[in-house]
């Protein structure tokens, strides 16, 4: 099957810092991506859906300036986590889809605490 | 309201129980609906599809009502390794990469 892999599974950095993670579909080439949080005993809640070559799409109480992200490829988008805070900490997952129709791949998601 | 709604338990149930899980969702433009597990401190991992007619794998049974807009899981002669939270998910016509995901039901198995 599909593989979507994720980089890093886990991070701890300090309060300020920015963080970034790397969501990279191994095996077909992902037309959108869509990045999620989860926080503990919560549901995945969608932060923002991300298509190749174009700016992402972010849901409502989303602040782009503060989650960025980057799909410069096919195969490879970014999210970068800016001046992060200890209420960031989350885990952070991503999916990506080769069409509009077709399945989704989970990413192996990352576990971001800041301290 | 919750887009997506679900009893977020846990149901501790024994071996070889049969357990259902229901998920409602507010918005009747809802078009595909799916239920996933998700083990402690992993990504979640789609189980089925639900499609209208009602479909089975194995041990486990999906169903929908668009009537009444919800839709319910149903697994027979629980296993230890079924012990998970299992989440329902929805996403809107024409928005098929766009998941909607419930709490999530928590599930644990007790020998």
């Known amino acids: 099957g599909a593989v979507v892999s994720q980089h890093p599974s886990w991070v701890i950095c300090k309060s300020g810092t920015s963080v970034k993670i790397e969501c990279r579909s191994l095996d077909f080439q992902a037309t959108t991506m869509f990045w999620y949080r989860q926080f503990p005993k919560q549901s995945l809640m969608l932060m923002a859906t991300s298509n190749e070559g174009s700016k992402a799409t972010y849901e409502q109480g989303v602040e782009k300036d503060k989650f960025l992200i980057n799909h410069a490829s096919l195969t490879l988008s970014t999210l970068t986590v800016t001046s992060a805070h200890p209420e960031d900490s989350s885990f952070y997952i991503c999916?990506?889809?080769?069409?509009?129709?077709?399945?989704?791949?989970f990413g192996n998601g990352t576990r971001l605490t800041v301290t | 309201r919750k887009e997506v709604e679900q009893d977020p338990g846990p149901f501790n149930v024994p071996e070889g129980a049969t357990v259902a899980f229901n998920c409602t969702y507010s918005n009747s433009a809802s078009q595909s609906f799916f239920w996933y597990r998700q083990d402690c401190r992993k990504e979640p991992k789609l189980l089925m599809s639900v499609y209208s007619s009602g479909n089975e794998d194995g041990r486990f049974t999906a169903q929908l009502n668009r009537a009444s807009q919800y839709i319910s899981l149903l697994i027979r002669d629980s296993k230890l390794s079924d012990s998970a939270t299992y989440l329902c998910a929805v996403s809107l016509y024409n928005q098929g990469g766009k998941l909607i995901f419930g709490q999530g039901t928590e599930l644990s198995v007790k020998p």
């Open positions: 999916s990506a889809q080769r069409t509009g129709n077709s399945p989704l791949h």
